[in-house]
């Protein structure tokens, strides 16, 4: 039988390279064979406040970049999160099954709110609502990058207490899936941070729409080390074992096929061959994204992704209902 997969971006920032091949490019892969349904979570966003109507257009952005990138349609669901209601509802449901200790261990929550006393709620619930997210789809598989590995743990965490609780088919317990190589790029300043959106250096990261200038520029600041040796060892060379990941992850190649094809030649001629690579592999995306984002088809096709999405999520949140007794009809 087919998987049912779920996963879901943030509408913030400019989508990287890190998301892309992290994240984006298993989701296109994994639309052949599966049951795939790709979400934009625009209630994360809004953790830390957004301007309404640049919120608004950052959806539509991710959006047309999903489809850019290859997602379809015709094979996966794509939409809004906050268009199907099911997501906050359940997210409430798994909050009280939830416990205050094992969420103020997670390392996103204790970094983004640094023990301060007014950081919202919501930053706090967050991985409580991606719980939500995954489980609300009967979701068996979660393509991810690493830095997402403890919320999935989390989710896992709930749903097998639920189902101790409730019933043992109160949820499907999903797996996230990371990949070997792509699952964490590395800022391009700092080889030993993740490569963030919200990073300040516009250089430590390679956006999807960055131009063809803007991708020389970052690629050939890249920090690199003193030795001039191509060789992949992120323990002491993480700045050249980032680049070759992604060199070998827009070429299809392995970390150890680049290592060989590059032996004994300079950090320069490899850097001038990534930024060759990267901009042939983003060029694709960033006209078929033009294209996209202009056309009046884009908020159809989200409209339709709800619905469909929604049907899934309608039957779900009846079952779990029904197990905590909810709700009048009994
Ligand atoms: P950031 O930390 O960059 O501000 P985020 O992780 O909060 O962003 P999302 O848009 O929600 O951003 O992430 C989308 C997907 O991209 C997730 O699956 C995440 O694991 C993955 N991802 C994010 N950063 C990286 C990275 N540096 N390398 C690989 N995957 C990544
Ligand atoms: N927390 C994730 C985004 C996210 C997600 C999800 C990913 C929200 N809900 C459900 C997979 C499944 C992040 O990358 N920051």
């Known amino acids: ?109 204790k970094d983004k709110s640094r023990g301060n006393e007014s950081a919202p709620t919501g930053l706090f619930a967050y991985p409580v609502l991606m719980a939500a997210d995954i489980l609300l789809y009967d979701t068996d598989v979660v393509p991810v990058g690493n830095d997402q590995k403890q919320h999935i743990e989390l989710t896992r965490d709930i749903a097998i207490r639920v189902n101790n609780k409730y019933g043992e088919d109160t949820f ?9 190589e792509g699952a964490r790029i590395m800022a391009l300043d700092d ?65 150890a096929d680049v290592e060989r094809e590059w032996a004994g030649r300079g950090y320069g001629d490899f850097k001038k061959a990534l930024v060759e690579v990267t901009i042939d592999s983003l ?3 960033q006209e078929r994204y033009a294209e996209i984002r202009s056309s009046g088809d884009l908020i159809t096709t989200l409209k339709d992704g709800a619905e469909r999405a929604g049907a899934i999520a309608e039957k779900v949140m009846v079952r779990v209902k029904d197990r905590f007794g909810l709700g009048a009809a009994g």
């Open 172 to 180: 499907v317990v999903p797996e996230g899936r990371f990949l070997k």
């Open 1 to 109: 039988m087919a998987a049912r997969v779920f996963s879901g971006v943030q509408p913030t920032g400019n989508i990287h390279i890190g998301n892309y091949l992290g994240a984006l490019k298993q989701f296109v892969d994994l639309q052949t064979g599966n049951d795939c349904i790709y979400c934009i979570v625009d209630l994360h966003a809004i953790t830390v406040p957004k301007d309404p109507s640049e919120l608004n257009s950052a959806i539509l952005d991710v959006a047309a970049l999903y489809l850019a990138v290859g997602l379809d349609p015709g094979k996966s669901i794509v939409f809004v999160q906050s268009d199907v209601s099911g997501h906050a509802e359940l997210s409430w449901i798994l909050m009280c099954n939830s416990y205050t200790g094992e969420l103020s261990r997670m390392t996103q929550f």
């Open 283 to 285: 060029r694709p995306i």
């Open 191 to 255: 080889p030993t941070a993740k490569m963030s959106k919200s990073a300040e250096n516009p250089h430590s990261s390679i956006s999807l729409l960055d131009d063809e200038g803007k991708i020389k520029k970052s690629i050939m600041r890249a920090t690199t080390d003193s030795d001039g040796e191509i060789r992949f060892d992120p323990g002491s060379k993480p700045g050249v074992s980032n680049l070759i990941t992604i060199y070998g992850a827009f070429a299809g190649m392995g970390a």
